[in-house]
């Protein structure tokens, strides 16, 4: 009799470990799958004194956006040239842990575009935060920095790479290469934002490529895995079932009278990708600069076609400037948390 209380005993402490074991997966798994319902925007506002740094937007549909922290910076460097440009916000897969990178640049202190572009700083600024309101301080990170004769790293970039388990980080870089002197997009892989791979080429175009940025799409949709849109004279549009390619050129944006500066019409840069929040559609958010009118969005539910993009109209960008940045998805919690911690402008 005690051997068969033992034994089942030990069956209900079997039981009782699974049980427990499923539930936490069930948790896990229902935490991270929480629904997105708003958007927070990181961008710079221009070359004023406080322009510079990281400033943070809030949006419920992706279209209407408010400044938080009354448009003043969210988030300052102190590091470097202690000013910061085109800012990207990542989180990781889990969704336990986020990155702020940026150009570490400063035009307002008086540097020219020449000498940013041709002695500049090799190294980005990053900040981390496990929770979207508390951030590590800044630090530096030298990217460019074992690229032969590299006068700058320029509109970083960052992607999970689940074939590697790692991170892709890119950003633009002058260098000479091949007896051309010219921005390139470089990549080097990272797990922490604190330590990077050894550099190589990524985008390498005729002329030169300054801004791009990738997006993921759910498989099947378009016909790739992922795409890219690049700042190369036009806004081109590019697709890939691997981070790192090979790349198939899918077009351009110069039908709808929008180029990097090649054709004319409306001149962008600093491509943003933004997916929306519960369907399989996608706003591109393009940074108006020549005209300084900031970020005009175009749409499509089809990236595998240029043809699908159209102009948005009805959107709101609030009461700042907002140039090259970047976007996540919100769920419920970190809306909460976000809005508790900088309150949202009511300008418009």
Do not use: C
């Not at 460019?144 to 970083?156: Q, S």
């Not at 990708?273 to 108006?288: A, K």
């Amino acid at each position: 009799m005690r051997r068969a209380l033992t034994r089942l005993g030990a069956l209900l402490a079997a039981v009782t470990l699974l049980v427990t074991a499923q539930v936490l997966v069930v948790v896990g798994r229902a935490s991270a799958a929480d629904a997105f319902t708003g958007y927070l925007m990181a961008y710079f506002s221009g070359e004023s004194p406080t322009g510079e740094q990281i400033h943070l937007a809030h949006s419920k549909d992706g279209l209407h956006w408010r400044d938080l922290n009354n448009g003043a910076p969210a988030l300052v460097s102190t590091v470097g040239t202690k000013g910061v440009r085109d800012p990207a916000i990542l989180r990781s897969p889990k969704g336990d842990r986020f990155w702020i990178i940026a150009t570490d640049l400063r035009i307002a202190s008086g540097t020219s575009w020449n000498d940013a572009r041709e002695h500049g700083s090799t190294r980005i600024v990053v900040w981390e935060s496990a929770d979207l309101v508390n951030w590590s301080a800044p630090r530096l990170l030298d990217v460019a920095g074992a690229i032969p004769a590299a006068g700058n790293a320029w509109a970083p970039e960052a992607i999970f790479d689940p074939a590697s388990g790692d991170y892709v980080l890119y950003w633009s870089t002058n260098a000479t290469l091949d007896g051309r002197r010219k921005q390139r997009v470089h990549y080097a892989r990272t797990r922490d934002f604190r330590t990077v791979g050894p550099p190589a080429v990524f985008i390498e175009r005729p002329g030169y490529v300054l801004d791009t940025q990738i997006v993921t799409s759910p498989t099947g949709v378009g016909g790739f895995r992922y795409y890219r849109a690049s700042a190369d004279g036009q806004i081109t549009v590019e697709g890939a079932n691997r981070i790192l390619g090979p790349w198939t050129r899918i077009g351009d944006l110069s039908a709808l009278g929008i180029s990097n500066g090649a054709t004319g019409g409306t001149v962008v840069e600093a491509p943003m990708w933004m997916p929306v929040n519960g369907r399989t559609e996608w706003v591109l958010w393009l940074d108006q600069f020549k005209t300084g009118r900031g970020y005009l969005p175009l749409a499509s539910t089809n990236l595998g076609n240029t043809g699908n993009f159209h102009r948005v109209t009805g959107y709101s960008l609030g009461g700042t400037l907002k140039r090259h940045g970047g976007i996540i998805g919100l769920t419920a919690a970190e809306e909460s948390r976000v809005l508790a911690k900088w309150g949202e402008s009511r300008s418009t």
